[in-house]
């Protein structure tokens, strides 16, 4: 079973303002409690590969996306939409390829099923599938940014134990060795494919290109410049 769900109706929800009165009125359980609405963004397109199955290109042109702390949730204009578990959603960043800006996602369909990430038969490739989501107001795709990455922080991968986090903390840098590309270890084909794709499209605002302009198109000075 697939993670990213098709759906007809919106899912319930609250928001952040009606979240606060029910819970200072102390509810009889906090469990019945709707998931709070972090950001609703209309006039939204998305771009699904490998396509939904029956989510067609109509579908995708226009809708409304709804970032719920339980889902990522877009309802298309036509009555039809799809739902996202933030545990599916393994990264998500603001890209600014030529074709103009978006949110780009990586979704592992797989995320949630018993031993998928053990099982060898899963094809990776198949596994995931690439999501754009391109608002018409490109002002909008901060806000959208910060509260998908508010609500991921609500859904903590649950393969990662304490114990692992400790071990990775507490690791001996002599476990590590510099890669140097020799004796067969450098990326594969397809790996150095993804990489350059990515960094082509993911925009860095701290990375500083030429005449010392940040990814932001702000002005930075260097270390040195004492301004005088």
């Known amino acids: 079973m697939v993670s990213t769900t098709l759906i007809s109706s919106i899912p319930q929800y609250v928001s952040a303002e009606e979240h606060r009165n029910i819970v200072g009125s102390t509810p009889t359980s906090f469990n019945d409690i709707p998931p709070v609405l972090r950001h609703k963004e209309d006039n939204v397109r998305v771009m699904l590969d490998p396509p939904l199955h029956t989510f067609t290109e109509q579908d995708c042109a226009n809708g409304t996306l709804f970032v719920i702390e339980s889902a990522l949730v877009f309802m298309s204009s036509t009555g ?6 933030y545990p599916a959603i393994t990264l998500h960043a603001i890209a600014r390829p030529e074709s103009g800006p978006s949110i780009y996602c990586q ?9 998928a990430a053990e099982s060898p038969e899963n094809d990776e490739a198949s596994d995931m599938r690439e999501l754009s989501i391109i608002p018409s107001n490109p002002a909008s795709l901060e806000p959208i940014f910060e509260a998908m990455s508010l609500c ?5 991968d649950p ?16 476990a590590f060795e510099t890669f140097t590309g ?11 494919a993804a990489l350059e794709h990515l960094e082509s499209i993911i ?4 990375h500083l ?9 702000e002005d930075v000075e260097s270390e040195g410049d004492g301004g005088h």
């Not at 290109?209 to 198109?217: L, P, R, S």
Request: glycine share 16%; no cysteine.
């Open 80 to 85: 039809v939409g799809f739902q996202v578990p």
């Open 182 to 192: 020799e004796e067969g270890d450098e990326l594969s084909e397809v790996g150095r």
């Open 203 to 206: 925009d860095d605002p701290y």
């Open 159 to 174: 393969n990662v134990s304490d114990d692992d986090d400790l071990d990775e903390a507490f690791m001996d840098e002599s």
């Open 152 to 156: 991921a922080s609500l859904h903590p």
């Open 107 to 115: 979704l592992d369909e797989l995320a949630g099923e018993p031993g």
């Open 209 to 217: 290109g030429e005449n010392g302009v940040n990814g932001a198109g």
